[in-house]
C-alpha cells in the first residue's frame, strides 16, 4: 500500500511505555500491508551511534543522525516509529522541523511509576549511582510542550494508548484506519 | 512506480567519476517516477559521521553506518545511488551482503588520468604531503573482484557509462530502462 510517509515519534521517560506501544502499533501498521520501520536506541546505537554515551552532548549527536536517517525513510512513504527518551524540547523542534511529516507523541507515565517498572534495572544502577546522566534521575526530562497527542500509560491500557495513536495517525491522513 | 528496491554502489579511486555518472543516472530514475535518494561522501559525513577521518578503522565505521541507512532504503523499495571510493574488497563484501539488493559498480580510471582531473585539488595536497591516508597517493585502492559492472571513464563517454548502468539495472531486474 502506497501512502504517505510519517515519522510517530513517541517520547517519554525510561520505562514509560514508549516500546511496547510502538511496536504494537508497528504490528497493526504491517498486517494492514503499510511499510513500516521501527527505530529504538538498541537498534541505532549498535548501528548508526555505537561512539556516542549520554551526556546532553552525545544525546544530541545521537537524535541528529537518528533525525536524518527517518527523514530519508518518511519521504519515501515509509511509517517510522521512533521510541526515543528525546528529553530536551528544543531538539524535538528541530527533528519536527527536519523531518516535517512528523508527530510527537507523549507517553506520559509519573516518575515513580516508571521506577516501579523498571524493565532492566536501569533506575535502580542510576539510584545507587552506577549510572550517570540517567534521565528521570539525574537528568531532567522537558515534557512536550505542544504535542500532537499525549498517552497515559498509568491510567490507560495498552490497547487504550494504540488506539488513540491510530485514531490521531488516521486524523493527520497518514494512515486509514 | 513500485518497484523493487537496490543500492547501486559506485567504487573507485577519488575523481575516477562516481558522481557524475550517479547524478545523471539518478536524474534519469527520477524522472521516470522511481524514488531515488543519492548518498555520497559530503552528504553523509555532514549527516552521519561528521565524528570521523579517514584512517582504516573510521572508513569501516563510516561505510557500516552508510550500510544501516542504504539497508533501510532498499528493503523499502527505494533506488539506492551510493558514490564512495570505499577502497578495500572486504568491507564491499560485507556491505552486499548485509544489503542483499546491492549491485557493486567499478568506475575504473587509471590514477594518473584522476590526478590529472583533481577537481578538488585533493590529490595536489595528497601528493605534497598536506593530506594522508588518501586512497590512490599513500592508502591502497583494491580494485573490484567481481564488480557486477565495470565503466571506464578514461575511454568511454559519460552517455555510454550511464547506459551500461541502465541496461545492468535492467537485466538485473531493478528498473524498466
Known sequence: MEHKGFTAWFTGLP???KTTIA???A?????KG???EYLDGDIVRKNLTS????SKEDRDENLKRITFVAKLLTRNNV???????SPYQKRRDIIRRDIGDFVEIYVRCPVEECIKRDVKGMYKKALSGK???FTGVQDPYEEPKK?????DTDSETLDESVEKVLDKLDELGYIEK
Chains 1, 2 share one sequence.
Open 51 to 54: 561512539d556516542l554515551g549520554f
Open 27 to 31: 504490528e497493526i501498521l504491517k498486517n
Open 147 to 151: 504535542p500532537d497527542l499525549i498517552v
Open 131 to 133: 549510572i550517570k546522566n
Open 79 to 85: 511509517a517510522v516509529l521512533a521510541t526515543f527518551v
Open 23 to 25: 511496536e504494537k502499533v
Open 34 to 36: 503499510y511499510k513500516v
Open 15 to 17: 520505562c514509560c511505555g
